[in-house]
């Protein structure tokens, strides 16, 4: 048996159940929820995020939410490197970490790793986009294509945060970005990792979606967002342009009605949803399960499937099951 500390993630497209299924999971097994999203990070985003509220929550620790003020930048290396620690605190408590969340990229960053590019520079990115604003941008597309031909290749010329991210490496390293990035990556050390991905129906899927919009304007996120514009210049807060929170501020701001907003908000929530599921997609050892995280029976068969890979003990019994002593296997502490 591998030395290795087990650690499950839970991947799937928004409106999933992937929370639920991360709690019913944690409450069998022992585990601790380390958040895989890229907007449940920054404090005050709730309504939007879907993030389950503290008294919700079941005991269940959960991790890497409300850890970022509003305006402050947070990237998939900062994800990381706070992901890093966090798991090797629950691995020394020998519980079991469930990483959850939609953002795939954080997921890939955190599995695989980032190759070590140069810090952001604020001066420099805000230099470019007014050279983009000026020009336009496949402007700084060609400018990418003459510094580094291989990542102009790779970015479509409207994507504008990569095409300046690529510049910026460009720029601060005095090398191609193309070039950094074959030096390799590390990736993640020490954790044997599961993969359980949700595979809903895609009209059941679509019904929740409007459901939950629904219940997102009801709940208040205009005023969730009313109150960010109160507290921080709104340019400075990236998270704002997240789906639900952009047509919130736009209705807000009398660029569109709350009907046309809610609207919006599904339409592009629906498409958010596709994306993922191209992305997850391209996960390698992903264990698909069709149905939702909160039904039960598929809370069972995760659970099952877990079960085999995480053979239990008879010492679990003895401990009142709250502890799962099999994890010492993997610590390297048992033979």
Not at 14 to 31: F, I, V
Not at 44 to 51: A, M, R, S
Not at 111 to 138: M, N, V, W, Y
């Amino acid at each position: 048996m591998s030395h290795e500390h087990p650690l499950l993630a839970i991947v799937g497209p928004t409106a999933a159940g992937k929370s639920s299924l991360a709690m019913a999971l944690a409450a069998r097994w022992n585990g601790e929820i380390v958040n895989c999203d890229s907007v449940q990070i920054y404090r005050g985003f709730d309504i939007g995020t879907g993030k389950v509220p503290a008294g919700e929550r079941r005991g269940i620790a959960h991790h890497l939410l409300d850890i970022a003020d509003p305006e402050q930048v947070f990237t998939a290396g900062d994800f990381r490197h706070a992901a890093l620690r966090v798991l090797s605190e629950v691995r020394q408590r020998r519980r079991l970490p469930i990483i959850v969340g939609g953002t795939g990229l954080y997921l890939r960053a955190l599995l695989l790793g980032l190759f070590e590019g140069p810090q952001r520079s604020e001066a420099l990115r805000d230099r470019l986009k007014l050279i983009g604003a000026r020009r336009s941008p496949e402007f700084l597309h060609r400018m990418l294509a003459r510094l580094d031909p291989p990542a102009a290749a790779r970015i479509h010329p409207r994507d504008l945060p990569k095409v300046i991210r690529a510049l910026e490496v460009c720029f601060l390293a005095r090398q191609p970005m193309t070039a950094m990035q074959a030096h390799g990556r590390e990736g993640l050390h020490g954790f044997r990792v599961m993969k359980v991905g949700l595979d809903p129906n895609r009209q059941q899927l679509a019904q929740r979606i409007h459901d939950r919009v629904t219940q997102m304007f009801q709940a208040g996120i205009l005023e969730e967002v009313r109150v960010m514009l109160s507290r921080a210049d709104p340019s400075r807060i990236k998270a704002l342009g997240a789906i639900g929170y952009r047509q919130a501020w736009a209705v807000l701001a009398g660029g569109m009605t709350l009907a046309d907003a809610v609207r919006a908000t599904e339409t592009a929530t629906r498409r958010y949803a596709k994306r993922q599921m191209t992305w997850f997609r391209r996960e390698k050892d992903v264990e698909w399960f069709r149905g939702f995280g909160d039904d039960p029976k598929i809370q069972q068969s995760v659970s099952a499937w877990l079960e085999k890979r995480l053979p239990m003990s008879a010492d679990r019994e003895e401990s009142g099951g709250n502890d799962y002593p099999a994890l010492a296997v993997y610590d390297g502490e048992r033979t």
